[in-house]
């Protein structure tokens, strides 16, 4: 075995020592309780009797969420509770250039949102999925757009001491994240990394968190059922530990990519039907991922023959026509996956830090 060789294995003993021994302090993000309509102070109490470490304030739905003066009162919240906030806005792409303006403007004022209430993140994302973006031209033309936006407010987040998260969302895959990240300026802009999204666009979350990890800012964890199905791979989000993903695998990756000081968030989004990807189709590829990888893919296609449906009992009502109908089953599911989920990361992956007591 020549020097070199030795020299390699040394590395990789040193980054699996570094998984095993890497503490995660564990908070959750605040969307996965939507269906409870509560507002910030009672979504913060709720992770204080979780005896959680962190809060990721995702969407919220308080009367006074763009007001300064709750900015501030929820700081003092978590001040005195030693806890971290994490929080940020929605998608930053607009339909048209003409609307780059008004994005900036929104996004300079989640960057103010954030300070105030003491986050060191601000999400964003470019659009809610990939028939969200707009339709003339290339995707590559629309993420110039996207750099255009955040290079406009890379001033204010630097002045404010914070980093905008792009959150990995249904639009691009890892490898686009990274370039709109990079492009745009790694010195302002990070990963919001999620486990989730990935399977939407044909992406193993292992690929993911290679691609993003050494630029991750923030790190969501949710789980999904992947499966082989006649026309194509279908996809459903799980309570966590319930899916086909290997969670160790993937928290013991990150750990060896992600810089110190990232927090995991316990992200559940269950109650949805499957969705099947066409990934068999030549449209699929040449419309949505023509420049896709064969490598992402046969790493995504091996997940899916790994996978089944998922079998438990469980409401998919969080569909627009039925959703309402149904909140009142709803709510108490959603509670009860995100207590799963929790239980999930502190007995199975050891996450956390406050519920040891």
Request: charged letters at 25%; one cysteine or more; hydrophobic letters at 40%.
């Amino acid at each position: 075995m020549t020097r070199r060789h030795l020299f390699a294995l040394g590395l990789a003993a040193a980054s699996t020592s570094l998984a095993a021994s890497r503490k995660w302090a564990l908070g959750i993000n605040t969307y996965c309780l939507r269906f409870q309509r509560w507002n910030d102070r009672q979504l913060f109490d709720y992770c204080t009797a979780q005896k959680l470490d962190a809060i990721f304030l995702q969407d919220s739905l308080d009367p006074a969420a763009m007001d300064p003066k709750h900015w501030a009162e929820v700081k003092s919240w978590v001040t005195d509770a030693g806890m971290r906030i994490e929080t940020g806005g929605g998608a930053i792409l607009p339909k048209t250039v003409e609307g780059v303006p008004q994005s900036v403007t929104v996004l300079r004022k989640n960057l103010d949102r954030a300070a105030a209430m003491g986050s060191p993140v601000v999400r964003a994302l470019l659009a809610s999925d990939r028939y969200s973006m707009p339709d003339d031209g290339p995707v590559e033309k629309h993420m110039e757009t996207a750099i255009k936006v955040l290079r406009e407010v890379r001033t204010q987040a630097l002045d404010l001491g914070l980093k905008i998260g792009i959150e990995n969302h249904k639009e691009l895959q890892a490898f686009q994240t990274r370039q709109v990240i990079e492009s745009a300026g790694k010195e302002f802009v990070g990963s919001y990394l999620d486990t989730g999204n990935p399977v939407f666009v044909a992406e193993h979350p292992l690929t993911t968190i290679e691609e993003l990890g050494p630029l991750a800012v923030s790190f969501h964890l949710r789980d999904s059922v992947v499966y082989e199905q006649p026309g194509g791979v279908a996809v459903q989000w799980v309570p966590l530990g319930e899916g086909t993903l290997d969670f160790k695998m993937l928290v013991d990756r990150a750990a060896q990519l992600m810089p110190a000081g990232v927090f995991i968030y316990c992200k559940p989004i269950a109650a949805r039907p499957p969705v099947v990807l066409p990934v068999y189709t030549e449209e699929f590829w040449l419309k949505w991922f023509p420049k896709g990888r064969s490598r992402d893919l046969s790493r995504f296609l091996a997940l899916a023959k790994q996978g089944s449906p998922y079998n438990k009992p469980h409401l998919t009502a969080d569909v627009a026509d039925a959703r309402e109908k149904y909140m009142s089953a709803l709510k108490p599911q959603q509670l009860e996956h995100m207590e799963r989920s929790l239980a999930y990361c502190r007995k199975t992956l050891d996450l956390g830090m406050r519920w040891r007591g």
